[in-house]
């Protein structure tokens, strides 16, 4: 499962943000993402996720192979861990929730309801729920926000893993998670200000 | 989708999940109206009717902005929407959630709460089947109105005005039956139009509130 990114535009609100993505990602390899705040990083994983149309250029891979982890974690407060994720292991049709629980610690937790987790337990949930959908690619926005250095090994091991099984994955972060990976820096692709592309489109809008 | 519908279901069932509310508005406006109109059992069978859709109706109302803002808040409308289900799947079990535990409730209720207003005995068949019929184009139209309400801070207003001109043609048909029914009168033309419009509803609108779900998730 690879993803081919050609000369890709974003925007943001109606003005171009990113122009000029160009990149690869094979199996296997991670892609880290930087670039300051409000430089792109979220509109891009956006956009690639399908989320948002693309302005210009190509995206090539399976929609069917990306699994989308946002800023938010998508936890229902009243259900508990175990709940949480068998639903959303149900809506990608798998079934296996122990290996994700295991995987990012949550046994103690399993049947506590998602409202008395704490910020990091909730983000731990929010990542065991990529590990549920069972799909190769894996577009991560702020992985580690909220997360302790334990936790956050714990997840370097989780993705290390994932790599080493096929899988691929692009991560938003500003820290270093420990492993070799390619950086593509965003605001370097910054797109120019008059090539405001949706301009017109929000005069009519 | 079924574990979509199932968790919906849970969640309304769960603290703070709203089940009831509807059902004890529904029961508080039929309550109230004999203390505003006055015990006169006769003004009272006449209004009867007209009260109770228009109660189911704004019963029904009270918890349509829910159907996608607690969703779009914590993020899962995102993540529904990059998931293997079409988002057109995901706005028809929204609105199924919606009818099973606000429409249903009122459907089956109204039969008790048209006692309160001395419903006329022959209505009571017809007020519940129109009810039956009717209300699941409430929750339809309702959440193609929450789908484009659904970017909007404190959108419930907004919603509620959109969304209450769109109910005109529901309770008009559906009164008309309620009425025929406790007069003698044959209802059937009314029903048969009420359900026109339900299964109008249901076809065409989970295409149009999945448009507006994707304009308003950009």
Redesign the interface.
Known sequence: MTLTVTDLTCDRGGLALLAGVSFTLERGTALILRGPNGSGKTTLL?TL?????AVEGTIEADP?S??????????????SVA?NLA??A????QSDIDTAIETFDLKDLRDRPAQNLSAGQKRRLGLA?LAVTGRPIWMLDEPTVSLDAESTRRFASALQAHLADGGSALIATHIDLGFDAEVLDVSRLRAAPDAASGAFDEAFT | MTALLLRDLRLAFRSGGGFGLALAFFLIVTILVPFGVGPDTSTLRIIAPGILWVGALLACLLSLDRIFAIDREDGSLDLLATAPIPLEGVVAVKALAHWLTTGLPLTLAAPLFGVLLNLAPPGYVWLTLGLALGTPALSMIGTFGAALTVGLKRGGLLLSLLVLPLYVPTLIFGAEVAQRGTSNLDPTTPLALMAGITAGATALLPFAAAAALRVNLR
Not at chain 1, 49 to 53: C, F, S, T, W
Not at chain 1, 90 to 93: D, E, F, L, M, V
């Open positions: 956006r996720a399908g989320l948002q149309p069917d990306i699994a989308y982890a946002g800023h938010a974690d998508g936890i229902k407060a009243t259900l709940e639903f959303w149900a809506i990608y049709g729920r």
